[in-house]
Structures are given as C-alpha cells and as structure tokens.
C-alpha cells in the first residue's frame, strides 16, 4: 500500500523524470512527501509563473517533458503563462496542480477552479484525477499525450483527498515509442515535387529537433545548393555560417529575406506551422501574383493545411524527414545563383548598423557572438532589445538557443536557470530588457540557491519598448504607460548574493562579462543604453517622425 504522492513520484521516476519545478502548496503535501526519497531534484521556485517557464525550457532542451507543480488556484493561474508558451511553441510538458478535497466540488471551496475549463484551451490536456489506483494511467497517458504528434502541455489536477489515500496498484511503463517508418519515398517524391522550382527556399522550424536533425539538415542543403530559412526563434537549427543559410523569419525580418519568401515558387516546409510571424501576420503571400507551392511536412495530420493549402504533404516529424533528404544521393538541380544571392541578403543584414549612444547594442552581441564558446546557450524573452540578438548573434549548434516563439516576456531568465542546472559545464547567457528581466528576476535567489550561474545582459532603456515604438507609429508623442522606473539592477544582484556590474560605455562590456563569468554566481551586467536605440535600424525621433507623417496623410 502506497499513498498517492508515492505512486506519483514512483511513477515519475519510472519514466526517467530527474528533475522538477514547484511551488510548494498543501494541497499536495503528499506529493512533496514521495519526493521526499525518490532521488528526484526538486527544484524549489519563487513564483509559479517562474517555474512552468523552467519546466518548459527543460521540455525544450531534453525532448522529454518538462515537469513542474504548483498549488491550486492562484497557484495554478499563476503558472498558466509556461502553459501557453509550451502549448505556442510546441513544448513536452505536464503541470501537476494541487486541488481541493473531492468533498468541497462545486461549492467554490477556497481556491476551487474547475481545471477542465481553465486550462481546456491552452493545454493538449486538462483533466482531473479522481482515483488513486488510476495514477499510473494518468501519469503514462500524460506522458504519451505530452510528446505525441505536435507535443504541448498537459495538466494534471490532483484532489488533497486523493493524494493521500492509500492504494494498492502496480506501476505502468511508459508507451513504448512508435516504430520509425521508412521515408524515403516520401523524401525522394519531395526531391522530385522542389527540383521543378526555379526559386526554392526551405523553411525548417517545429519540435523534435536534435544535434543529428541539424546535421542531416546541413548535408541535404549543402548537396543541393538550397537555401533555408529558419522559422522565429529556431536559429540554432542549422549552423548560420553555413553557405545554405538564408536567416530567419522573425518579428523583424530582414526585408530581402520576405521578399524572397514571397518570390519564392516553391517552399518545402519541414517541422515548422508556417504561422503567425513566419509570415509576417499571414500577409506575406497577400497580393497579385501567385502563391508559392508547398510541400508541408509535420508531425501532426491536423498542422498540415491549416491556414495554408499544400500542393504535397506528409506526416512526419522534422528530423526523420530531414535525415530520409539526407541519405539521398544526388543533386536534382543548380541553384548556386539563387541560394548565393539569399546568403548574399543575410550577410549584409548581419552587418552591424551603429545604434546612437555610447552603449551599442550591435557590438555588444557581436561581441558575444565571437567570443563565447559555440556550445553556450543564449536564452532571451520578448522585447525590441532581442531584435539586435536575432540579427546580430550566429548560432553555430543545435541546443544553443532558448527563445519562446510565444512572445511571452519574462522567459529569458528563467529559461537560463533552467538551462544552468541542466547543463553547469556550459556558459549559459540571458539578454533581457529592463522591462522582461523584472517579470521574473526573483527567481535569482532559485538560482543562487541551486548554484546555477546564468549572466544576465540587461538592456535597460527605461520603457517598455516594442511598446513604446508602436505607440510613436500610430500615436506620436502621446506618450503613457510605457515608462519605467527601474533599480539598480547591478546592486540588486549582489543583494541576491550574485554578482552585478553596470557598463556605461561599450568598451568596458569585455571586463566585466570576464569578471561575472569568474565569479561563479549567477550574475548582471546592466547596460544603460541611449533612449534614441528603439530598433536595430530605428531611432526613437525617426519613430515618431514616421507617426507623424503617416498622420499627415
């Protein structure tokens, strides 16, 4: 006889779990309790919000879901945002949540919220477990569910009463993994359908993607002398100093880059949605002239023709694919010209372009790009400032990026704790803004307490700034609610027992990354950056100008 948080825990540990994310809660004590000896890490956050994101960075890193709990109610809203980064960016992951006696249902207990409609629509997931012998079942179907076809979060809901009553039950083994099927048919018909192009570009994003997928990619493309862009924040799919390299699909696309996707007559699309800012707000094909044919390959039959109706598809994640391309044994067509003139367009974007003040942007990341190991990871959350990280930095491996394709602000420094216990041999690096950095930096003390040694890069304007940009645009000079009135980020770091220096002028940035990176401790280095510094090629005043103008008209 076991009580429900043993047969939790041992259930996890039977499906290779070594690490989790929580705020604990009593509601499920009993849980803490089989964690107690199992030999699990648990890793104790300061806000939920702060331990779903780790959770989901160590779904990302490892293919395996990432685990994390909480406690009911605001426990459960709180940590909701990991949810929807993980469900946006196609993230294995499981949210167990602490729920009231089964008794107290229905009557708005304290913190009582129905799981099944909270969560019904962020999750692949949401439901409630009832009965403790049948915590196996869940927890094996959890696991399944969680990594299957398009992987994404589910959350598990665990009544007080049900986590303590005791059961007699055997454990259930994970699903065993689907046979690998035989694709090279269908990569050959793929080779075929592209060798009719004259101007094709591939587009790789999506799940599933791993150190061979990144290799196989860079056969494939390099035999056959195509370009590929990468979808938003998946830059680390191929290694950019490839010659096939033709830059990524982001927020802030390099112009020449959407208007070869657009001229494009044919797009093989491996892994990725072909979404929302992959092509710039479903505009990119709007207007006269023909579309580009698409051959679609995802993991999920329900991704495939969703906004955009293929000419070809198939069923299958990325990596088998891109590996079925690789083992093909002979070019189908010269595009050296095409692919030359795509690569061409990328270099000349990476070309620093000098940003005002006497803290630039550009050479800081730049910088960093030359200098830190090639295996370093570099973690980010949203804002302007992570413009000049996508236009600047060259990633030359898979793994080395943890960005949510999300958009969800906050990200970056979890995500680097995250990625610090995951892998302490490694230089972790977060760039986050003044704005993002203050959603989470709490969890700074999660990091000083489990001795993960993340270095911060804080841009701090003073603003909000993607925000405050699309305010000059549409209302120049009306200027409300985009201000900030920040600390000093270097003293508070230090207040957390880590390490924070402020850097006023580019040059002394070189210093103080060495000083922070021997400091063992997790660490800041703010940048105080001009307020003119808006965009990689935008300056505040020029913002406003434009808004004013466009007014005029």
């Given at each position: 006889?076991?009580?429900?948080?043993?047969?939790?825990?041992?259930?996890?540990?039977?499906?290779?779990?070594?690490?989790?994310?929580?705020?604990?809660?009593?509601?499920?004590?009993?849980?803490?309790?089989?964690?107690?000896?199992?030999?699990?890490?648990?890793?104790?956050?300061?806000?939920?919000?702060?331990?779903?994101?780790?959770?989901?960075?160590?779904?990302?890193?490892?293919?395996?879901?990432?685990?994390?709990?909480?406690?009911?109610?605001?426990?459960?809203?709180?940590?909701?945002?990991?949810?929807?980064?993980?469900?946006?960016?196609?993230?294995?992951?499981?949210?167990?949540?602490?729920?009231?006696?089964?008794?107290?249902?229905?009557?708005?207990?304290?913190?009582?919220?129905?799981?099944?409609?909270?969560?019904?629509?962020?999750?692949?997931?949401a439901t409630e477990i009832d009965q403790t012998e049948r915590l196996p079942e869940y927890i094996r179907r959890a696991f399944a569910v969680a990594t299957s076809g398009r992987p994404g979060p589910v959350v598990l809901a665990l009544p007080e009463d049900m986590l303590s009553a005791m059961a007699d039950v055997a454990d259930e083994?994970?699903?065993?993994?689907?046979?690998?099927?035989?694709?090279?048919?269908?990569?050959?018909?793929?080779?075929?359908?592209?060798?009719?192009?004259?101007?094709?570009?591939?587009?790789?994003?999506?799940?599933?993607?791993?150190?061979?997928?990144?290799?196989?990619?860079?056969?494939?493309?390099?035999?056959?002398?195509?370009?590929?862009?990468?979808?938003?924040?998946?830059?680390?799919?191929?290694?950019?100093?490839?010659?096939?390299?033709?830059?990524?699909?982001?927020?802030?696309?390099?112009?020449?880059?959407?208007?070869?996707?657009?001229?494009?007559?044919?797009?093989?699309?491996?892994?990725?949605?072909?979404?929302?800012?992959?092509?710039?707000?479903?505009?990119?094909?709007?207007?006269?002239?023909?579309?580009?044919?698409?051959?679609?390959?995802?993991?999920?039959?329900?991704?495939?023709?969703?906004?955009?109706?293929?000419?070809?598809?198939?069923?299958?994640?990325?990596?088998?694919?891109?590996?079925?391309?690789?083992?093909?044994?002979?070019?189908?067509?010269?595009?050296?010209?095409?692919?030359?003139?795509?690569?061409?367009?990328?270099?000349?974007?990476?070309?620093?372009?000098?940003?005002?003040?006497?803290?630039?942007?550009?050479?800081?990341?730049?910088?960093?790009?030359?200098?830190?190991?090639?295996?370093?990871?570099?973690?980010?959350?949203?804002?302007?400032?992570?413009?000049?990280?996508?236009?600047?930095?060259?990633?030359?491996?898979?793994?080395?990026?943890?960005?949510p394709t999300s958009g969800s602000m906050g990200y970056g420094f979890p995500a680097a704790v995250s990625a610090s216990l995951e892998n302490p041999e490694k230089t972790v690096v977060c760039l986050a803004g003044d704005g993002c950095f203050q959603m989470t930096l709490n969890e700074m003390s999660t990091a000083k307490q489990y001795?993960?040694?993340?270095?911060?890069?804080?841009?701090?304007?003073?603003?909000?700034?993607?925000?405050?940009?699309?305010?000059?645009?549409?209302?120049?000079?009306?200027?409300?609610?985009?201000?900030?009135?920040?600390?000093?980020?270097?003293?508070?770091?230090?207040?957390?027992?880590?390490?924070?220096?402020?850097?006023?002028?580019?040059?002394?940035?070189?210093?103080?990354?060495?000083?922070?990176?021997?400091?063992?401790?997790?660490?800041?280095?703010?940048?105080?950056?001009?307020?003119?510094?808006?965009?990689?090629?935008?300056?505040?005043?020029?913002?406003?100008?434009?808004?004013?103008?466009?007014?005029?008209?």
């Amino acid at each position: 006889m076991r009580h429900g948080g043993q047969i939790l825990a041992d259930q996890l540990k039977l499906h290779g779990v070594r690490r989790v994310f929580s705020v604990p809660g009593e509601s499920f004590l009993a849980a803490l309790d089989g964690l107690y000896e199992s030999g699990i890490d648990n890793i104790v956050c300061r806000h939920e919000g702060g331990a779903a994101m780790m959770a989901e960075a160590y779904g990302k890193m490892t293919g395996t879901p990432g685990i994390a709990f909480v406690t009911r109610g605001p426990g459960a809203t709180n940590a909701s945002a990991g949810i929807h980064i993980a469900r946006q960016d196609s993230t294995p992951m499981i949210l167990f949540v602490g729920q009231i006696d089964r008794s107290h249902r229905d009557r708005e207990a304290f913190q009582e919220i129905n799981y099944r409609e909270v969560f019904g629509g962020l999750a692949k997931w949401a439901t409630e477990i009832d009965q403790t012998e049948r915590l196996p079942e869940y927890i094996r179907r959890a696991f399944a569910v969680a990594t299957s076809g398009r992987p994404g979060p589910v959350v598990l809901a665990l009544p007080e009463d049900m986590l303590s009553a005791m059961a007699d039950v055997a454990d259930e083994a994970p699903a065993p993994r689907p046979s690998a099927r035989d694709r090279s048919g269908q990569a050959r018909a793929a080779l075929e359908w592209l060798s009719e192009a004259e101007r094709p570009l591939v587009v790789v994003g999506g799940p599933h993607w791993s150190p061979a997928a990144a290799a196989d990619l860079a056969t494939f493309a390099g035999r056959e002398n195509l370009p590929v862009a990468l979808a938003f924040r998946r830059q680390d799919y191929l290694d950019n100093r490839h010659p096939s390299y033709a830059g990524d699909l982001n927020v802030g696309i390099n112009p020449k880059l959407a208007k070869r996707m657009r001229e494009a007559d044919r797009l093989l699309v491996i892994g990725s949605r072909l979404g929302d800012i992959a092509t710039q707000g479903y505009a990119l094909f709007d207007g006269p002239g023909p579309r580009p044919k698409i051959a679609h390959i995802h993991a999920d039959a329900d991704e495939i023709g969703r906004v955009f109706t293929p000419d070809l598809s198939v069923v299958s994640d990325g990596p088998s694919f891109v590996a079925a391309l690789a083992a093909l044994n002979s070019a189908s067509k010269d595009w050296s010209d095409w692919t030359a003139a795509a690569r061409a367009d990328y270099l000349g974007w990476a070309t620093p372009f000098p940003s005002p003040g006497d803290v630039k942007q550009e050479e800081v990341i730049a910088w960093l790009s030359a200098n830190l190991p090639q295996d370093a990871i570099v973690t980010n959350g949203a804002g302007n400032y992570a413009a000049w990280l996508h236009r600047y930095f060259t990633y030359k491996g898979y793994g080395t990026q943890l960005a949510p394709t999300s958009g969800s602000m906050g990200y970056g420094f979890p995500a680097a704790v995250s990625a610090s216990l995951e892998n302490p041999e490694k230089t972790v690096v977060c760039l986050a803004g003044d704005g993002c950095f203050q959603m989470t930096l709490n969890e700074m003390s999660t990091a000083k307490q489990y001795g993960a040694t993340p270095i911060v890069v804080v841009v701090n304007n003073g603003r909000y700034g993607t925000i405050r940009m699309h305010q000059e645009k549409h209302y120049p000079g009306r200027v409300s609610g985009t201000m900030l009135q920040n600390p000093d980020f270097a003293a508070l770091a230090r207040a957390y027992g880590g390490h924070g220096e402020t850097v006023l002028r580019t040059e002394e940035f070189a210093g103080a990354f060495a000083r922070a990176k021997a400091s063992n401790l997790p660490s800041v280095i703010e940048l105080v950056v001009d307020e003119q510094a808006l965009g990689t090629s935008l300056t505040l005043d020029a913002a406003r100008a434009a808004g004013e103008a466009a007014k005029k008209q």
